[in-house]
């Protein structure tokens, strides 16, 4: 049970880390969000009803700030300047590495302390940036809040409260220990997946990285390349003009009248 809970807090921060380097993009590139009144409006539309963002003055860019317009129109387009962007996308670049899928491969173990290590740096752009903050609708400051809703989002899909550890096609039972499942040797390695509560058993682990299935792709490529060139080569019934296909060239040599041509000399 124990387990189960840090893998889910692990998986849900390293979700949470994930989705607020998105938003920081954004950010970064066309600065705070619109009040939900004004997203989606052109100017002129804003203008003919009449609608003010409040935060405009409030939320100011540390250095300033330069027009780069939303063309989605879910932010102001009043993006950091270059110093002030180029310090969130260098934080966003940091984190993302030190979350990397790429850590199995190097053997590296992600801890929570490492998350939440990741997720003070994000906060800390956004301090150095945004020293009076966002706005509280902001996607960055909700994800900071942890008041984000992500109700009818693609990344609400991804969100898992109650979690299960699945292994070899089995359920790891929460009243049960490791050891009833793979015994005492502690050198034993197993991989390990998490999801929803209550669903069916996730799918297994492909047997072939992708590396050996591009390599697998590349020598079936070749072999079929090999055996078209053998198959026009090969002429079909050249064959037969071959003095070893000739069925009466034993007799002829008998006769001593083998090597006959026909035709003007």
């Given at each position: 049970?124990?387990?189960?809970?840090?893998?889910?807090?692990?998986?849900?921060l390293?979700?949470?880390?994930?989705?607020?380097?998105?938003?920081?993009?954004?950010?970064?590139?066309?600065?705070?969000?619109?009040?939900?009144?004004?997203?989606?409006?052109?100017?002129?539309?804003?203008?003919?009803?009449?609608?003010?963002?409040?935060?405009?003055?409030?939320?100011?860019?540390?250095?300033?700030?330069?027009?780069?317009?939303?063309?989605?129109?879910?932010?102001?387009?009043?993006?950091?300047?270059?110093?002030?962007?180029e310090?969130?996308?260098k934080?966003?670049?940091?984190?993302?590495?030190?979350?990397?899928?790429?850590?199995?491969?190097?053997?590296?173990?992600?801890?929570?302390?490492?998350?939440?290590?990741?997720?003070?740096?994000?906060?800390?752009?956004?301090?150095?940036?945004?020293?009076?903050?966002?706005?509280?609708?902001d996607?960055?400051?909700a994800?900071?809040?942890?008041?984000?809703?992500?109700?009818?989002?693609?990344?609400?899909l991804?969100?898992?409260?109650?979690?299960?550890?699945?292994?070899?096609?089995?359920?790891?039972?929460?009243?049960?220990?490791?050891?009833?499942?793979?015994?005492?040797?502690?050198?034993?390695?197993?991989?390990?997946?998490?999801?929803?509560?209550?669903?069916?058993?996730?799918?297994?682990?492909?047997?072939?990285?992708?590396?050996?299935?591009?390599e697998?792709?590349?020598?079936?490529?070749r072999?079929?390349?090999?055996?078209?060139?053998?198959?026009?080569?090969?002429?079909?019934?050249?064959?037969?003009?071959s003095?070893?296909?000739?069925?009466?060239?034993?007799?002829?040599?008998?006769?001593?009248?083998?090597?006959?041509?026909?035709?003007?000399?």
């Amino acid at each position: 049970e124990s387990l189960t809970k840090d893998i889910l807090a692990i998986y849900s921060l390293r979700l949470k880390a994930l989705r607020l380097c998105d938003e920081m993009q954004s950010l970064a590139k066309h600065g705070h969000f619109l009040p939900p009144n004004m997203q989606g409006l052109t100017p002129d539309q804003v203008e003919e009803l009449k609608l003010t963002d409040e935060y405009e003055r409030k939320c100011i860019p540390q250095g300033g700030s330069m027009e780069c317009p939303d063309n989605i129109g879910r932010r102001s387009g009043k993006a950091p300047n270059e110093s002030m962007a180029e310090v969130i996308m260098k934080t966003i670049t940091d984190v993302k590495e030190g979350l990397s899928a790429k850590l199995v491969t190097a053997n590296r173990v992600l801890e929570l302390k490492e998350v939440q290590d990741n997720m003070n740096k994000l906060r800390g752009a956004i301090m150095i940036v945004y020293p009076m903050n966002l706005p509280p609708y902001d996607p960055v400051q909700a994800e900071l809040d942890d008041c984000e809703d992500l109700s009818g989002t693609q990344a609400s899909l991804e969100v898992i409260e109650q979690g299960a550890l699945w292994w070899a096609g089995k359920e790891l039972l929460p009243e049960k220990l490791l050891l009833d499942y793979v015994g005492k040797n502690e050198k034993t390695k197993i991989v390990v997946k998490l999801s929803k509560k209550g669903q069916q058993a996730p799918g297994r682990e492909q047997q072939l990285t992708e590396e050996q299935k591009k390599e697998m792709m590349a020598w079936q490529y070749r072999k079929q390349e090999e055996m078209k060139k053998l198959h026009e080569a090969d002429d079909g019934d050249d064959y037969l003009n071959s003095q070893w296909a000739n069925p009466n060239s034993l007799k002829n040599s008998f006769h001593g009248i083998g090597n006959i041509k026909w035709g003007p000399k």
